[in-house]
């Protein structure tokens, strides 16, 4: 047994877990590649040295299934427990952001095919990729990721760990010259041991444990409430709050937008730096692919005068929407009272039905990117 199985089997006996036997299989097959890992890497020194060549990677892992079922979770202890230096966990949405400007400055050289040294560039130190929250809905990462990671894994030796919400058979589903991206789940189904985790428990529901999260009116209150939400989902310890990691996200355009609390796939963001600022809708779809669950603070009540603000608030809850992101609001007013004289006052009816629904259990209990 590695570290990975025994603080495992120790959050279900201090009931942080509950007994969960698809999560149980995971946890065990992860601790497998860990023993896996350390074996490769005490082997390949010397036989590597004399054949020329690198050691056949231990297989990886995909562990699918519904919001909350502690898919997350098992990744961040099998990286934490994981004893050694050449492992790199990140989401994987930021990942296809550095494939692309990876592509884009290998194609300035005009040397060939620039997937080959891409992909060697990416595997340079790296023998475990874990990535959270596979999510594949835009063709520009459809048609380059069978190539992409048949050479990180047949070519480079790397061994992938990744979560998704969707099955390997459901990525990419009824999307742009799908064909293409069908060796990707041929190549996962092969090279990946496939894990599906949809048991009775819903943490991140859990988590929340019944808060509401549309908190109003504005004050300390709403903010003490939607502050609680994000330490709660993120596991993050309040009284360290001065070091909450923040990011950068590439919003295109060469244009990135800073997010001053940024972990686990939840981002906080402000009312004004997202709708009071010049931003359109490829700003939004970003945020939307990047994260499950933001938080927008300092919601005000809108009138003629925020015309602008409301539009682009509307699109804001659109692109969350489509995606199925949750949104944990510090707000003056409820939704239906946000704007209330206006243009496009008649076009935010939609948003308010929106705003409401997505406070329901049903949309809460939906996967990230579920259509």
């Given at each position: 047994m590695t570290a990975m199985l025994e603080r495992y089997e120790a959050l279900v006996a201090t009931g942080e877990l509950r007994s969960d036997p698809e999560q149980e299989a995971a946890a065990e097959r992860l601790n497998r590649l860990q023993r896996e890992l350390y074996k490769t890497a005490s082997s390949k020194g010397l036989i590597g040295k004399l054949l020329g060549k690198k050691a056949e990677p231990p297989r990886g892992i995909y562990m699918w299934g519904g919001v909350g079922r502690g898919k997350s979770?098992?990744?961040?202890?099998?990286?934490?427990?994981?004893?050694i230096p050449e492992k790199r966990r990140v989401h994987f949405h930021a990942f296809m952001l550095e494939v692309h400007a990876l592509l884009r400055d290998e194609r300035k050289s005009e040397s060939g095919d620039p997937i080959p040294p891409v992909a060697a560039a990416i595997a340079r130190n790296?023998?475990?990729?874990?990535?959270?929250?596979?999510?594949?809905?835009?063709?520009?990462?459809?048609?380059?990721?069978?190539?992409?990671?048949?050479?990180?894994?047949?070519n480079e030796g790397v061994t992938i760990v990744t979560t998704s919400n969707r099955a390997p058979s459901e990525l990419y589903k009824d999307g742009l010259n799908r064909e293409h991206f069908l060796p990707f789940i041929d190549l996962i189904n092969s090279e990946l041991d496939v894990f599906t985790l949809n048991?009775?428990?819903?943490?991140?529901?859990q988590r929340l444990g019944g808060m509401a999260t549309w908190h109003m009116p504005l004050g300390e209150a709403a903010t003490e409430q939607a502050r609680e939400a994000f330490y709660r989902l993120t596991d993050y310890p309040p009284e360290d709050a001065e070091h909450v990691p923040s990011a950068e996200i590439d919003v295109g355009g060469g244009r990135m937008l800073h997010v001053p609390k940024s972990l686990k796939g939840v981002g906080v963001f402000s009312f004004k730096r997202l709708c009071g600022e010049a931003r359109g809708a490829s700003d939004y779809l970003a945020i939307a692919r990047a994260y499950h669950t933001v938080l927008v603070m300092g919601i005000p009540k809108m009138g003629p005068d925020r015309r602008n603000e409301a539009a682009r608030f509307v699109t804001l809850i659109d692109a969350l929407y489509e995606d199925k992101v949750k949104l944990i609001a510090a707000a003056d007013a409820a939704p239906e009272d946000l704007y209330q004289a206006g243009t496009g006052?008649?076009?935010?009816?939609?948003?308010?039905s929106r705003l409401n629904e997505m406070q329901s259990a049903e949309y809460l209990a939906l996967g990230h990117g579920e259509s």
């Open positions: 979770m098992l990744m961040d202890l099998f990286i934490q427990t994981l004893d790296v023998r475990c990729l874990a990535f959270d929250e596979m999510v594949v809905n835009n063709s520009a990462d459809a048609m380059i990721m069978s190539r992409l990671f048949t050479h990180l894994i047949v048991g009775p428990t819903d943490y991140r529901l006052r008649f076009e935010f009816e939609r948003t308010v």
